[in-house]
């Protein structure tokens, strides 16, 4: 059934604000991932939409334009049509071989938890995740989903440079780096296989939503993977 | 084809080819990118005949040296002090014509950070999602996606039309960076409502400081007395302009390079036709500024839209 966002979506719970000239944020605070996944889709037909970043509670809206009424681009987001049988397009899996041998925060993390390696990296494995944004850095993959008994304190110093493919914990959340950056969260593991590709379209294959499982391998098995030009 | 070039025999920090910018990239965390002082490169571009958002070189902090091997219409703006052509002294925010075997030397203007060199004709550049802008991070743009270095070579293709030479800026575009404590216009941020009331009405009082922590990516700025309620907010999206709150003064300013989300509460955001302003202010300058609504912002870039027309070729 085809139903516009304001009927499909209670519209009290739909506000919006400026962000910029060219950008406004789209507040959705009690809709669910899916939810927010399926609209994010049909933002996607706005007139003169330069792009969107899809957040946890909220979805900002850049325009190659500037906005000069946004009450009207507020109503013709409304207007957009949703369908409402199919919660967006079908799940995806991802399966993602992760070297835990090249977690150099590894051991820490697990003196921090009080836990055996073997079992961290059996439980970490154990659980299924999905991608709740994508952002902060190119490529970069806030996962949903780490146990809240995993959860360890970011670094006192960020490091300059954490590796291209890095799994990380930070806080309650998890991640990984698609990209050599600084970053501030505990490395435990790292995937041999490229997440970001400037010269692909698109350079992500990973969207919100997404379902991603991790899979332990060996430096071995890394090796003969191993995407990375470091 | 057969193409111009240039050697760069004295390079600078951060020194990389820029335009407008990378557009329908901020869903994969990818900056916007393009040059800090947009309008200084719109205006070199001007200058020798290009369009506005063609590709440039961006310049920082000190002084650079080139050695053209061909001819060319060149034109410097932005924080530049001099042109020294074989040790020849010219104005900058002129059109200039160099010769095959000319060195040319920019010479940094101290109370300003970025400037410009555009070239007549068509600057060869790695393009990536349609801009050639520099981001090292994830290799795009620029040669090779790094920033430009000594002993690299530049290459241009000349285009057809003629060349005005004479061609000058007005003065009233030719920025002083002389004023004390220069006004940036700001827009009230998505959490502009988290200020506690006596920041709120001391707003356009307040002495903003630049620290020396500033880069493509953001300035850091303290402004004393600016505090909020509440210093953390769900991930959200930020855009180059956004001033997020970090703590009591701590101040953010989102530049060209930025994140494309941010856990801070977003207080409020440059203007667009400011933005370019704020980049050229030094480390430990002061700064004030003044609350505008969105009409007086897009009248603000309307203005400079006007400018760029009246440059017309």
Same mark, same amino acid.
């Given at each position: 059934m085809a139903l516009d966002l304001r009927r499909a979506y209670n519209q009290a719970d739909l506000s919006w604000s400026m962000l910029s000239e060219q950008a406004m944020l789209l507040y959705?605070?009690?809709?669910r991932r899916s939810a927010i996944q399926q609209i994010n889709q049909v933002l996607? !037909?706005?007139?003169?939409?330069d792009s969107t970043v899809a957040a946890y509670d909220s979805i900002g809206l850049l325009f190659t334009?500037?906005?000069?009424q946004p009450e009207l681009v507020f109503e013709s987001i409304l207007n957009l049509t949703l369908? $409402?049988? $199919?919660? !967006?397009?079908p799940t995806t899996l991802h399966t993602i071989p992760i070297c835990?041998?090249? !977690?150099?925060d590894l051991e820490s993390v697990c003196a921090h938890l009080k836990l055996e390696k073997a079992d961290f990296i059996h439980r970490y494995c154990d659980n299924k995740y999905e991608v709740a944004m994508c952002g902060f850095l190119p490529g970069f993959l806030y996962l949903d989903g780490?146990?809240?008994?995993f959860a360890v304190p970011r670094l006192t110093q960020a490091r300059k440079q954490v590796p291209a493919g890095s799994i990380a914990i930070g806080g309650t959340q998890t991640g990984l780096y698609s990209l050599p950056s600084p970053g501030g969260w505990q490395l435990i593991a790292r995937t041999p $296989?490229?997440?970001?590709?400037?010269?692909?379209?698109?350079?992500?294959?990973k969207a919100i939503g997404d379902k991603i499982r991790f899979e332990a391998i060996s430096p071995a098995q890394f090796n003969a993977l191993n995407t990375h030009a470091d | 084809m057969p193409t111009n070039s240039l050697t760069i025999l004295k390079a600078c920090p951060a020194m990389s080819l820029q335009d407008a910018g990378r557009r329908g990239? =901020?869903?994969?965390?990818i900056p916007s990118g393009g040059a800090m002082d947009h309008q200084a490169m719109q205006l070199a571009n001007r200058l020798v005949g290009n369009e506005p958002n063609a590709a440039v070189i961006e310049m920082a902090l000190i002084d650079v040296t080139l050695l053209f091997h061909h001819e060319a219409y060149i034109a410097c703006t932005g924080a530049v002090q001099a042109i020294m052509i074989n040790e020849q002294t010219h104005l900058p925010n002129h059109c200039l014509n160099v010769q095959a075997l000319d060195v040319v030397q920019i010479k940094v203007h101290p109370k300003a950070n970025f400037y410009y060199l555009a070239i007549a004709g068509n600057l060869q550049a790695k393009r990536d999602f349609g801009s050639c802008s520099t981001?090292?991070? =994830?290799?795009?743009?620029g040669l090779d996606g790094t920033y430009l270095k000594k002993g690299d070579v530049l290459h241009w293709e000349v285009s057809a039309q003629k060349i005005k030479q004479s061609k000058v800026l007005a003065?009233?575009? %030719?920025?002083?960076? +002389?004023? =004390?404590s220069p006004i940036i216009r700001v827009l009230k941020g998505?959490?502009?409502?988290?200020?506690t009331e006596a920041s709120k009405q001391q707003l356009e009082s307040l002495e903003l400081y630049l620290s020396t922590d500033c880069n493509r990516m953001a300035y850091r700025a303290l402004a004393k007395g600016?505090? =909020?309620? +509440?210093?953390?907010?769900?991930s959200s999206m930020v855009v180059p302009g956004s001033i997020q709150l970090s703590g009591p003064g701590q101040c953010t300013i989102l530049m060209r +390079?930025?994140?494309?989300?941010?856990?801070?509460?977003? %207080?409020l955001q440059v203007i667009a036709a400011d933005l370019a302003r704020l980049a050229q202010l030094k480390p430990n300058q002061s700064f004030k500024l003044r609350l505008v609504d969105l009409a007086e912002a897009h009248q603000a870039n309307s203005y400079w839209e006007g400018v760029l027309n009246s440059l017309r070729p």
């Open positions: 959705l605070p009690k809709a996607q !037909g706005l007139a003169d939409l334009k500037p906005i000069i369908d $409402v049988r $199919v919660s !967006g397009k835990f041998e090249l !977690g150099p780490l146990a809240p008994e $296989v490229s997440c970001f590709d400037a010269q692909a379209q698109p350079p992500m294959k | 990239v =901020a869903a994969w965390g981001y090292p991070l =994830a290799r795009l743009g003065p009233h575009l %030719i920025p002083l960076y +002389d004023a =004390a998505p959490e502009f409502e988290r200020l600016m505090e =909020a309620s +509440d210093y953390q907010i769900t +390079d930025a994140q494309t989300s941010g856990g801070y509460p977003r %207080i």
